[in-house]
């Protein structure tokens, strides 16, 4: 019998199958395990940028919080007018130049008597802050009838009995203290600690004073007010300038090789480091135009200079958002471009707008760089009252903090690092909120 030729014999299309199948498994079971490890990569990421981040704003709350507090001791002061140097009914003049200083010290030594020696003195009178001689000259200048008398009053404390205070140190043992007070200031804080003559309150001279040389006494008012009068100048420059630009680019602007050589400008202003507007600033605005030096107006000049890219490139990706059908139906009933551009499509672009002017300002708040170059370091410890005045800003004021070698100004620092966090984080807030309320899904 004639066995079947084998190359007329079919295939075995079962058994292929069969294989394909398994390596198609196999594979996809490769890519849902590979998919698996790189979502759990973005999980692990993210924990990780969480966790840094918290432990950072851990680090500067816990640093920054005894700022937000201040310690007083209850002194009872004789305001003799002897004393003071001053007539029974002294005018302004007099009681600017009253001796307030001596009415403290005077009072210190009738609370220790038994301190007798010249350099004793020295030390006890350094447990005050200056700061208490103004306090005084408000309350007599606001009731002269205070003349005379003797009144229980809270005089700050200087910086380091302070944080001593803050700190809820054990003041029985000065050797676990570290400070640059002696044991003998140690000891008379001691006992007023004991009577109950120490006290820590909220430190609203934190933000109701300027700047100051001595950490009790300032503030960051003057760099409150001077960043919100730059930053009103650069958005009054830079989102009317910025807008015009975009709604030109995007909607009139031909094709052509200018427009090209523009943009791509404009996407390498974005990417230019800060201080080199600094350096704009200074050789233009102040060597050649010679505008004031440290003022708002020049750091708002500057500042826009350096937004004006940011928003531009948010504001067109905002205006070609719109749907083309927008401009198509305005056309069809007749408008102009203009009209299509002001009527129509800018009011639905406007929330994308607003967002990035809002993140452009953030920036700009937080920019140190090009006002270092323009002199806005200065120490300024008037409150500016116009755009001309000498100003600082809030995260120069950090800067000039954080070289200070006094402990109580790392506590400065980290408490205006918390407030310039609380304003940026409340402007991004603001920019997210605004873009969930206008925002339109197409």
Do not use: C
Not at 209 to 236: C, H, W
Not at 243 to 253: G, K, N, R, W
């Amino acid at each position: 019998m004639k066995e079947p030729n084998s190359a007329n014999t079919p295939p075995n299309n079962g058994g292929v199958k069969r294989d394909t199948t398994a390596l198609v498994k196999a594979t996809l079971k490769r890519r849902y395990a590979a998919e698996k490890r790189f979502r759990w990569y973005g999980i692990i990421a993210i924990a990780a940028s969480l966790a840094f981040l918290a432990v950072l704003i851990t680090s500067i709350f816990i640093k920054g919080y005894p700022a937000f507090t201040h310690s007083f001791v209850k002194m009872n002061i004789t305001l003799d007018a002897d004393t003071l140097g001053i007539s029974e009914s002294p005018t302004d003049k007099e009681l600017r130049a009253a001796n307030f200083a001596g009415v403290m010290k005077k009072s210190l030594r009738e609370r220790f008597p038994d301190v007798k020696k010249r350099g004793d003195k020295k030390a006890l009178y350094q447990l005050l802050s200056n700061s208490g001689e103004y306090q005084l000259h408000d309350l007599v200048k606001a009731n002269p009838a205070l003349l005379g008398q003797s009144i229980d009053v809270w005089l700050p404390a200087d910086d380091e009995l302070a944080a001593i205070i803050k700190s809820g140190s054990d003041l029985s043992d000065p050797s676990s203290i570290v400070t640059r007070m002696s044991e003998q200031q140690i000891g008379f804080a001691k006992v007023l600690s004991d009577a109950g003559e120490t006290e820590t309150r909220f430190n609203k001279a934190f933000f109701t004073n300027g700047d100051s040389r001595e950490p009790e006494q300032a503030g960051i008012k003057a760099a409150l007010i001077g960043s919100a009068l730059t930053l009103l100048i650069t958005f009054l420059l830079s989102f009317p300038i910025a807008v015009a630009a975009a709604i030109y680019l995007e909607e009139f602007a031909p094709q052509n090789r200018w427009t090209d050589i523009v943009e791509v400008n404009i996407n390498n202003l974005a990417a230019v480091p800060s201080i080199v507007f600094g350096l704009l600033g200074l050789a233009v605005f102040i060597n050649y135009l010679h505008l004031p030096r440290s003022a708002p107006v020049v750091g708002g000049i500057v500042l826009s200079l350096m937004t004006l890219p940011t928003i531009i490139i948010a504001s067109r990706a905002a205006l070609k958002a719109v749907p083309p059908s927008i401009r198509e139906a305005g056309r069809g009933l007749g408008a102009s471009d203009q009209q299509v551009v002001w009527h129509h499509v800018l009011p639905l672009a406007m929330p994308g707008i607003l967002t990035g002017t809002i993140i452009g300002l953030a920036q700009a708040l937080g920019e140190t760089a090009p006002l270092l170059m323009i002199g806005m370091v200065a120490f300024i410890v008037d409150i500016p009252q116009g755009f001309t005045d000498a100003a600082t800003v809030l995260p120069v004021q950090v800067f000039l903090w954080a070289d200070s070698p006094e402990r109580a100004f790392v506590e400065k620092t980290s408490a205006a690092i918390l407030v310039l966090l609380v304003f940026l984080i409340l402007m991004n807030a603001v920019a997210v909120l605004l873009r969930k309320k206008f925002e339109r899904r197409w």
